[in-house]
T-cell receptor, first 110, second 112 residues
Framework: KNEVEQSPQNLTAQEGEFITINCSYSVGISALHWLQQHPGGGIVSLFMLSSGKKKHGRLIATINIQEKHSSLHITASHPRDSAVYICAVSTMDSNYQLIWGAGTKLIIKP | NAGVTQTPKFRILKIGQSMTLQCTQDMNHNYMYWYRQDPGMGLKLIYYSVGAGITDKGEVPNGYNVSRSTTEDFPLRLELAAPSQTSVYFC???????????FGSGTRLTVV
């Protein structure tokens, strides 16, 4: 079993839909990261959180430390949101090495 | 606002050749990282550095070397390139542990 698991692996939705991507982890963490990788390959860091909730534009990330679970939400989804969304955690043993989820491929159809 | 700059963007190497992938950041970040991403796979950490003069191995360091003589630069050296090193290489930096990462645009390397 992977230490960081994301679901779903693939998600196709219509423009405007509310999107939720989930991340569960089985290790003690010091922080959880959400990143976005566009079809062209570039990687952008969206959020880094260790508790609670963060919001940036149409993106919202939440984390429940007790349940070892995080969600990334996209409101009013748009085709330009199509990308791979990756969850990664830095553990209490090593702040330098992230443990990566497999990613969720999101396609938003117009 | 250059952020993290990687060069070259693309390169084809012959088996046994050597090359250096350059990475420079202008944000005065202490931490820098090299990752590789094989097709359809996640990122794997090759080497990282927590400051000038300090480097350490990541998950997949074999076949690579790094140096960190300045805060800004973190070059990755490939000696005796092998087809297994065909991958996309990403350099990243962060101010410290538990901060967000800034990634370079990647170097697509093919070894033939």
């Amino acid at each position: 079993k992977n230490e960081v698991e994301q679901s779903p692996q693939n998600l196709t939705a219509q423009e405007g839909e509310f999107i939720t991507i989930n991340c569960s982890y089985s290790v003690g963490i010091s922080a959880l990261h959400w990143l976005q990788q566009h079809p062209g390959g570039g990687i952008v860091s969206l959020f880094m959180l260790s508790s609670g909730k963060k919001k940036h534009g149409r993106l919202i990330a939440t984390i429940n430390i007790q349940e070892k679970h995080s969600s990334l939400h996209i409101t009013a989804s748009h085709p330009r949101d199509s990308a791979v969304y990756i969850c990664a955690v830095s553990t209490m043993d090593s702040n330098y090495q992230l443990i990566w989820g497999a990613g969720t491929k999101l396609i938003i159809k117009p | 606002n250059a952020g993290v700059t990687q060069t070259p963007k693309f390169r084809i190497l012959k088996i046994g050749q050597s090359m250096t992938l350059q990475c420079t950041q202008d944000m005065n970040h202490n931490y820098m990282y090299w990752y590789r991403q094989d097709p359809g796979m996640g990122l794997k950490l090759i080497y990282y550095s927590v400051g000038a003069g300090i480097t350490d191995k990541g998950e997949v360091p074999n076949g690579y070397n790094v140096s960190r003589s300045t805060t800004e630069d973190f070059p990755l050296r490939l000696e005796l390139a092998a087809p297994s090193q065909t991958s996309v290489y990403f350099c990243a930096s962060s101010p410290g542990s538990n901060y967000g990462y800034t990634f370079g645009s990647g170097t697509r390397l093919t070894v033939v």
